[in-house]
């Protein structure tokens, strides 16, 4: 039972068991980062009395991460304070798939823990892990639709337009409006986000794109009034352009109103794309 982790842990550390082994290279923990992801304080606790060391580097690129980015992530308050306390680097950087700590914490909506990781100094700007899917506190916190936080994050001097990774990333605004979060999309443009900020290389999209792709009308219809390139050129690697993006998902409606808010679409260029005229 859980209630018996503590003893289980005092007899291993008795025993000589050491504190700082190792994590394995696939996806492994230490003992630390494991107590810490599971949210076992007591355990944390123990384990740093007995010297456990707070910024063990994460084992596996991927997968990968530090007590305090496992802790932030699974949104274990109790844990982060404790780790923090312990002079745990809130900067850490995340590995190929990972986050850092506030980045976590924003990708998961754990309001509590970012303000303190801001309080500890965590840089809100940190880049995005290099890996698939890479993304800022920010673009974490907009694709989740988490609107508090993103205002958070702006308050506290977020890169609005920082730029989406070359593997599948996505600025804050493409990331809300790939998920049809009007509110986030309408405070980003009233940020002054950039509407037409390139796709990602690879399975990247304009927020426009992203939005007709996933028959998001209304976020659509508010990028389209901020001025939403409809001709942007679709990402090279597995890219749709945004009628092209509307025709595969079905969305008719979405279609028709991209063909009358751009008119030189409805001559030759929706054969060259794919694009039957409706």
């Known amino acids: 039972s859980s209630s018996s982790f503590p003893l289980a842990c005092r007899s ?23 107590a810490a992801e599971c949210g076992h304080r007591e355990i944390v606790e123990r384990l740093l009395s007995a010297n ?34 312990a002079n745990a680097d809130p900067n850490a950087a ?9 980045q976590a914490a924003a990708e998961g909506g ?17 880049p995005a892990a290099e890996g698939w899917g890479g993304r800022t506190a920010l673009q ?3 694709a989740n639709n988490h609107v508090q936080i993103v205002r958070m994050l702006l308050d506290a001097n977020a890169d609005i337009n920082a730029p989406a990774t070359e593997n599948g990333g996505r600025t804050a605004l493409q990331a809300a409006a790939e998920n049809g979060h009007l509110h986030v999309v309408e405070m980003l443009l009233e940020e002054k986000a950039d509407v037409n900020a390139a796709a990602s290389k690879n399975y990247g999209c304009t927020a426009l794109q992203a939005a007709a792709g ?32 509307a025709a595969e998902g079905g969305h008719l409606r979405i279609l028709r109103r991209l063909l009358r808010a751009c008119p030189s679409l409805d001559s030759g260029y929706e054969k060259a794309t794919g694009i039957i005229q409706l």
């Open 94 to 102: 995340a590995m190929d798939d990972g986050r850092t700590a506030l």
């Open 110 to 126: 754990h309001l509590q823990i970012i303000e303190r990781l801001l309080v500890a100094k965590a840089n809100v700007n940190a």
């Open 52 to 85: 456990a060391d707070v910024n063990a580097p994460c084992a596996s690129r991927w997968n990968g991460r530090t007590a305090l980015q496992a802790a932030s992530e699974a949104g274990h308050l109790p844990v982060v304070e404790s780790l923090l306390r």
């Open 214 to 245: 996933n028959g998001h009308h209304q976020v659509v219809e508010t990028l389209l009034a901020a001025n939403a390139d409809v001709k942007a050129t679709a990402a090279e690697r597995n890219g749709r352009t945004a009628a092209q993006a």
């Open 140 to 142: 974490a916190a907009a």
């Open 12 to 34: 291993l550390l008795a025993a000589g068991a050491d504190v700082n082994a190792p994590a394995s290279a696939d996806g492994g923990r230490t003992a630390l980062q494991a």
